[in-house]
């Protein structure tokens, strides 16, 4: 298991970096960052890129901050990054709930958040997460940059609309309103696996009725999205068990459910239910 | 006889074997390294079945760095690879060839070998070379029809039959007949560290060396030196420190030869070192068996008779342990209980997956599974406890020893001693079964799914027939022991030294143990069948006391004394009860006896001793588990809340270390209950060839673990009173946990399959309208 | 294929060697700097065998290349001891029973070492969720979490 060769590029700047990716984008040039899953992928030879594009030291890919309402997270930020108070808000907190769920400690110190955007694994909780917020990623290139809307970036299990030519540099999304109220539960074999199906969850709750839902379902699908059977079946609804078991019926109900050796598609829609119902619950705690 | 005990019997000293591994020093076989050496590759079949039509590897061969491309047809010299215990009739023409001949049969099978200056430029060769394989049709399941594992040679390779009784005319009169269709899953021990072999051929000396060689290097020595044609003195095996082993290291396997010849024929060393992906196909799998049993009984639950037919999934060859496992599946079955007559009939056959062999409670794990599955269908149908059918047909300790006419590895069953009834009793009482029981009533009763299960068994340790070892004492007083036995990471230096230290009267730390080396001695078994503490340890408690009696008589005349009335205490000779006084250290004495010592006068030079310890029969320790378990509702996953095992041990060197070897086992038992399973699609590709994809227990999914090590019962068969520890922890998982999700579901006799996946949960309890 | 030419701080002591991109960071320090404490037991990120402290972090060397650690400062189990004296997780390993092959033990070590220098209050949640970071075959776990709790106090006493 020992990765077939390549030449390495250790840019130190942006502009360098896409200078350099764009010259070796037609022979197979890829970036890395954490590296937690392009490496392995090269060690069993299912990935054989021929240029790696190292970003880890373009410190300008640091930034993680609130700016005019919206979150930015740039390509060197990563997953361990976001403990609690890190981000401030009620998307601070969400994304402290998600964190300690992927993979496992040694991986979260590595492993980066816009690398699992462009990896985009259909277990990534990032990518859920993505999803759930709206989120915008900035690809550059030598061509300038382009800001796609999460709904238009993922193409397939393990596949996004980027250009070879293009880096992920940053994601936005816009930060979540004061008090709104947010869960998340993902369930695998082991925790830290991929996970079978996971629901991340988000709604404020004004009268006594909830406003503002939003269900994204990751893991269940070839890539995530937001479930709107799930999110009307919340919308101006009582935060009570019954909209709950609602919501949870309409998002199993939605998804077009993967199947594998193990699992086939009944098992795992019973698991975005009990996902979704799960973190619907876990948002009014 | 018996050496005054020093107390180190018993006593969970501090391993001698930590400190080079807690500091980066351990010497594994990837860590050694010899000046030129040649990395090979495996090039594998990727068709589970097929003619092999055509091998290019003029790329490969082209490659800068690449010494030299091997197929079969560059081997011709080298025959398949033997069995450990000599020649199998039947089986000798389902044996396995290094590399493929005309035919492959499981994917991951050694179709050639690259030889280059890298590791990676190997890699870089392998994807070089092209196969072409016609495929032909796979068999996938055991069950399934036969077909040929070549023209005229049935994929049924055997047909095993053992038992006593005329099982027929019980059944037909029984009371009642109950009968459960179940199976396990295939699974392994996949240690840590992958399988690595250095071969070294030392020209200077004629000697070929094979470095890397792991639980039973001395048998080892014996295959390859007639596979090479070579005289005993002419091939060594040296034991490295292993990372794991657990019945999946240490056997033969294709690359140890191919190492071997390709060392002789470049005059080098050749290293291989497997990686997971290769691991996880081509490493002995185990445990994949589907048993139709049944039970007849009597009003009360006595078990009348047992008809077990099973059908052993041996994948695409037999290994070098041939039939062991379906043998001992047949032998062991009955376990702890009186069985009145008993028919077992297997089918050893062989399909298209990796090839299977031993895995840690071979035969144990899964007849602890079946047959206690068959206890609780038993108890379910007659509607008694548990408890109570285990108890009445449990054999009781009056009864021992107790024997009964079948076979387990090539020894006549007869358990040694035991009181199975009071262990289980102990067990009871540690988890408050009365008072547990009313809790998980309470629970359910809030819609939880919650039960306990419980499984007993009865191990087999100690495998003969014989162990050699030698014991000496240097000028300076420090001691070698030098075994045959072998060192797979359980703490054998650190019993074999307590065993010498307690005989000799030394302390241990002062102590070093040799193992695993052919060029130091020349005889050995090794460490498997929990065989290394119970014949190892005995043959140096043998070897100790006789140095001991050299000692005490030289020292009884150099201090005019009668050696009755010496003692060593602290590697120095002294007079019993007197801690002043005339004394001698056994360095001084050890001094007095070098070859041209003036005092030694005749004596045979030498402080020194060779120790034998021989046996006729295996011994058995036994134990049972007990679980609580949780389910979930909806996700299906099984949480293993509670866990107690009790183990009767015969007698503990070190209690500590027992029981980490119950921690571990344990810890593997419930991967192959809940988690573990080597997958294959419907044409044969493996599907569980990586980490994500073999789910091995983490720290998150192993609880905490209450162990009960009792000693009630030691053995009668050795001076010691032991019995083996390294395979209880494992045996009766699978069945415990089962019996518990049974309990959990209010149904007995759900689960018929490990592991219990949520998946397959999900389809139980959809059944049972439970989800 | 050109040699990268990389300078590494590996346990207080600077090293030049030279290597292929593709080589990776356990590699690299197996076979150019001898040093064999960091073990192979995947080699795809998912065992911890092979773990190591780069920059502080607990980083799976097998998913690192040797490149990406130019002129970082690296600590491996060989480092760990001081001298003789013995560092509070590797006492507590070998005092509590937490090894037995040992194939895994350096890779647990640096692990939970790196752990615990970053947040030396964890609960004990905390820390089985570090340990369930790395796979052991032999001890069942629960003998390392013993271990890890008790360096984790001894190490908070120490400066």
Redesign the interface.
């Known amino acids: 298991m020992k990765p077939a060769p390549f030449t390495y590029h250790r840019p130190l700047s942006i502009d360098e970096a896409a200078r350099i990716l764009s010259d070796v984008a037609e022979h197979d040039g890829r970036i890395i960052a954490g590296g937690q899953s392009l490496a392995p992928m090269m060690a069993f030879r299912v990935a054989r890129p021929h240029h790696l594009v190292d970003i880890n030291e373009i410190a300008a890919l640091d930034v993680l901050t609130i700016e005019d309402a919206a979150l930015r997270i740039g390509a060197r930020v990563r997953h361990a990054r976001f403990i609690p108070g890190a981000i401030a808000g009620p998307t601070g907190e969400l994304f402290a709930k998600v964190m300690p769920n992927i993979a496992n400690y040694s991986v979260r110190s590595r492993g980066t958040f816009c690398g699992s955007l462009a990896h985009a694994d259909p277990a990534s909780e990032w990518c859920a997460l993505a999803t759930l917020l709206d989120a915008e990623i900035i690809a550059h290139s030598v061509r300038g940059e382009r800001r796609i809307d999460v709904r238009d970036y993922f193409d397939g299990a393990m596949s996004t609309t980027l250009a070879p030519d293009e880096i992920v540099i940053e994601a936005r999304m816009p930060v979540l309103r004061e008090g709104t109220r947010t869960g998340f539960y993902e369930f695998s074999r082991r925790k830290g696996d991929f996970a079978i199906a996971m629901a991340i969850v988000a709604f404020s709750v004004e009268n006594g009725r909830i406003t503002s839902p939003r269900v994204s379902i990751g893991g269940a699908e070839p890539y995530p999205r937001r479930i709107h059977e799930a999110e009307a079946a919340l919308d101006g609804a009582a935060p009570d068990a019954a909209a709950f078991a609602a919501a949870a019926d309409a998002a199993a109900a939605a998804v077009d459910p993967m199947e594998d050796a193990m699992t086939d598609a009944a098992y795992r829609r019973d698991i975005v239910r009990a996902a979704t119902r799960r973190g619907l619950e876990q948002a009014m705690q | 006889m018996n050496a005054k005990p020093q107390g180190v019997i018993g006593q969970?000293v501090?391993?001698l074997?930590?400190?080079?591994?807690?500091?980066?020093?351990?010497m594994?076989v990837?860590?050694i390294?010899f000046a030129h050496q040649l990395h090979m590759r495996i090039v594998r079949s990727t068709s589970a079945h097929g003619l092999i039509k055509r091998i290019d590897a003029q790329a490969a061969r082209a490659l800068p760095g690449v010494h030299a491309v091997w197929t079969a047809q560059d081997i011709p010299e080298i025959g398949p690879i033997d069995f450990r215990e000599g020649k199998i009739e039947k089986l000798e023409p389902y044996r396995q060839p290094v590399l493929a001949i005309d035919r492959v049969r499981y994917v991951g099978e050694p179709v050639a070998a690259i030889f280059a200056s890298d590791?990676?430029i190997a890699?870089?060769a392998a994807?070089l070379v092209e196969i072409e394989i016609e495929d032909l049709p796979v068999i996938m399941d055991a069950r399934a029809a036969t077909g040929d594992f070549a023209p005229g040679l049935s994929s049924e390779a055997a047909i095993i039959t053992q038992g006593f009784g005329d099982t027929a005319s019980v059944f037909a009169t029984a009371y009642a007949v109950v009968e459960i269709d179940v199976t396990v899953g295939r699974h392994s021990?996949?240690?840590?560290?992958?399988r690595g072999a250095i071969g070294r051929y030392d020209a200077a000396r004629d000697v070929l060396e094979l470095h890397g060689a792991a639980k039973v290097p001395h048998k080892n020595k014996e295959t390859l030196a007639r596979l090479f044609g070579r005289p005993a003195a002419a091939l060594h095996l040296f034991e490295t420190?292993?990372?794991?082993?657990?019945g999946v290291r240490g056997e033969i396997y294709p690359e140890d030869i191919l190492v071997l010849a390709a060392a002789l024929r470049f005059g080098g060393a050749v290293k291989w070192?497997e990686?997971?992906?290769e691991h996880l196909m081509a490493a002995n799998q185990s445990r994949e068996q589907h048993h139709k049993t049944r039970a007849a009984v009597d009003e009360k639950g006595t078990l009348l008779a047992i008809e077990n037919e099973f059908w052993h999934d041996q994948g695409a060859y037999p290994r070098t342990h041939a039939m062991r496992v379906a043998e001992t599946t047949c032998g062991i079955l009955p376990g702890p209980y009186r069985v009145g007559a008993y028919k077992a009939l297997g089918h050893y056959r062989l399909t298209n997956k990796t090839p299977a062999a031993t895995y840690r409670a071979p035969g144990r794990y899964e007849t602890n599974f079946v047959r206690e599955r068959l206890l609780d269908a038993i108890a379910a149908k007659l509607k008694i406890s548990r408890i109570d059918v285990r108890k009445q047909n449990l054999i009781s300790s009056d009864e021992m020893p107790y024997a009964r006419p079948l076979c387990v590895l090539e020894d006549d069953v007869s358990y040694d001693s035991g009181d199975y009834v009071g262990l289980l009793d102990k067990s009871l009482k540690a988890i408050k079964w009365d008072e547990l029981q009313g809790e998980l009533a309470e629970r359910r009763k809030r819609g939880e799914l919650v039960g306990v299960g419980l499984a007993t068994f009865v191990e087999k340790s100690g495998l003969g027939p014989t162990d050699g070892a030698h014991v000496c004492v240097d000028t300076t007083g420090a001691i070698e022991v030098i075994t045959g036995g072998a060192s797979?990471?359980?703490?054998f230096e650190t019993v074999m030294a307590q065993v010498c230290a307690e005989a000799l009267g030394v302390d241990y730390r002062n102590i070093r143990v040799v193992h695993g080396r052919t060029d130091r001695i020349d005889f050995g078994i090794g460490a498997h069948a929990s065989r290394a503490t119970v014949m190892t340890a005995n043959a140096v408690h043998a070897a100790a006391l006789i140095v001991r009696e050299k000692a005490l008589s030289f020292a009884a005349e150099l201090l005019q004394s009668d050696a009755a009335m010496l003692d060593i205490i602290e590697g120095r000779v002294i007079r019993r009860g007197e801690s002043e006084g005339p004394s001698i250290t056994l360095g001084e004495i050890a001094n007095h006896l070098r070859p041209a010592a003036k005092l030694r006068r005749g004596r045979e030079p030498g402080l020194s001793a060779d120790g034998w310890f021989d046996t006729d029969h295996q011994v058995y320790p036994y134990g049972n588990q007990i679980a609580v378990v949780s389910i979930d509702r909806?996700?299906c996953?099984v949480n293993v809340e509670q866990y107690v095992i009790a183990y009767d041990i015969g007698r503990a060197i070190n209690p500590?270390?027992v029981?980490?070897q119950i921690?571990?086992?344990?810890?593997?038992g419930l991967g192959g209950a809940l988690?573990e399973e080597f997958?294959y699609?419907e044409r044969g590709e493996p599907?569980s060839v990586?980490?994500?994809d073999y789910?091995?227990?983490?720290?998150?999914?192993?609880p905490?673990?209450e162990v009960i090590i009792a000693e009630d019962a030691p053995s009668p068969r050795n001076p010691l009173g032991i019995k083996g520890a390294g395979e209880s922890?494992i045996a009766a998982v699978g069945a415990a946990i089962a019996s518990a999700v049974d309990d959990a579901l209010s149904s007995p006799g759900a689960v018929t399959q490990l592991p219990i996946?949520?998946?397959r949960l999900?389809k139980i309890m959809n059944r049972l309208g439970r989800? | 294929m050109t040699k990268h030419t990389i300078q590494l701080t590996i346990n207080d002591q600077t090293r030049t060697i030279s290597i292929d991109a593709r080589k990776t960071l356990l590699d690299a320090l197996r076979e150019d700097c001898n040093l064999t404490g960091a073990h192979a037991g995947c080699e795809h990120g998912v065992c911890g065998a092979c773990t190591v402290i780069v920059e502080g972090e607990p980083v799976r060397s097998c998913l690192m290349f040797a490149v990406q650690a130019q002129g970082k400062t690296i600590r491996t189990v060989e480092g760990l001891a001081q001298g003789s004296a013995l560092h509070p997780m590797q006492k507590a390993f070998t005092e509590q029973h937490a090894v037995q092959c040992g194939y895994c033990t350096p890779g647990f070590l640096m692990l939970t070492v790196a752990a615990l220098e970053k947040t030396p209050h964890m609960d004990d949640e905390a820390l089985r969720e570090v340990v369930a970071s790395n796979l052991c075959r032999c001890t069942g776990y629960e003998n390392i979490l013993a271990a890890v709790r008790i360096a984790a106090d001894d190490m908070r006493r120490r400066p």
């Open positions: 969970s501090q391993r074997e930590d400190r080079p591994l807690i500091i980066g020093k351990g594994f990837g860590d390294s590791a990676y890699e870089d994807d021990g996949v240690p840590l560290e992958t420190h292993v990372g794991g082993g657990f070192i990686d997971r992906r797979v990471g359980q703490g909806e996700t996953a500590v270390l029981r980490g921690l571990g086992g344990f810890a593997q988690y997958l699609d599907l990586t980490f994500v789910l091995m227990p983490t720290a998150n999914e192993v905490n673990v922890g996946t949520p998946q999900k989800a």
